[in-house]
Structures are given as C-alpha cells and as structure tokens.
C-alpha cells in the first residue's frame, strides 16, 4: 500500500501566515551554514568519532585502533568536526587529546539518539 500525502487544497493564499513566518526565517547564508553543519552528522566515521569522544577524551592514536582507521584517516575526520566546533584539544607534552567541543555537541548527539534510536 502506498502512503499517500496530503495536500492543501486551499484557493488563498494566507498572506498573514506568510508575512508572519517571513518575519522569523533565516536568510539563506544562515540557512546553507545549518544545513552544511547537520552534514556533519550524515556521516558514519564523525559520529562513531563524537560518540567515543562523548565518553572520553581520546588521541588521534585511541581512535584510530577503535575505529579501525588509519590516524591520517582519523585527523582528516578531526580536522572537519574542528571546523564546526564540535571538537576540541588539548596538548600534553607530545600527545594531543581530542574532547567534545561544549555541552551543546553533547545534548545535540544525546537529542540525535532520543529521537531516532530509542524509537525502534
């Protein structure tokens, strides 16, 4: 059986809804920055990496070996959900430890799982 969608089969246009909602939308810049940051989260290795990083702080090294990448693999990944500010570090001597970026990425991952995984 195929589900069918419902449709507005209205005449008028409800201008007042319209200017109402105008009122309150991003512009489109605003709107493409959302939309390129939710990519971030289409994509398997990133949040394998964010849930990891949502138990614990790791190393490039850790998280390669629980992924099963390669660290070069695993710093290209890093280096993208830095540039979203989803992650940061911090340096001890040598070593560099990756960490949720804020509470924020924490509730946003958290949110992602009420919403889909506890549903099955």
Same mark, same amino acid.
């Given at each position: 059986?195929?589900?069918?969608?419902?449709?507005?089969?209205?005449?008028?246009?409800?201008? =007042?809804?319209?200017?109402?909602?105008?009122?309150?939308?991003?512009?489109?810049?605003?709107?493409?920055?959302?939309? @390129?940051?939710?990519?971030?989260?289409?994509?398997?290795?990133?949040?394998?990496?964010?849930? !990891?990083?949502?138990?614990?702080?790791?190393?490039?090294?850790?998280?390669?070996?629980? !992924?099963?990448?390669?660290?070069?693999?695993?710093?290209?990944?890093?280096? !993208?959900?830095?540039? !979203?500010?989803?992650?940061?570090?911090?340096? =001890? *001597?040598? @070593?560099?430890?990756?960490?949720?970026?804020?509470?924020?990425?924490?509730?946003?991952?958290?949110? *992602?799982?009420?919403?889909?995984? @506890?549903?099955?």
């Amino acid at each position: 059986m195929v589900a069918r969608i419902e449709t507005c089969d209205c005449n008028s246009i409800h201008q =007042d809804v319209i200017d109402t909602v105008k009122e309150h939308m991003l512009s489109d810049k605003k709107i493409e920055t959302l939309a @390129n940051f939710y990519k971030i989260f289409s994509d398997t290795t990133k949040i394998k990496i964010l849930w !990891a990083l949502d138990v614990h702080e790791m190393c490039v090294c850790d998280l390669a070996v629980l !992924a099963n990448m390669t660290k070069s693999a695993i710093s290209h990944q890093l280096r !993208a959900l830095k540039q !979203a500010n989803l992650v940061k570090y911090r340096r =001890d *001597g040598k @070593n560099v430890y990756y960490s949720l970026a804020d509470t924020c990425t924490r509730h946003i991952i958290e949110k *992602g799982i009420l919403h889909t995984i @506890n549903k099955e």
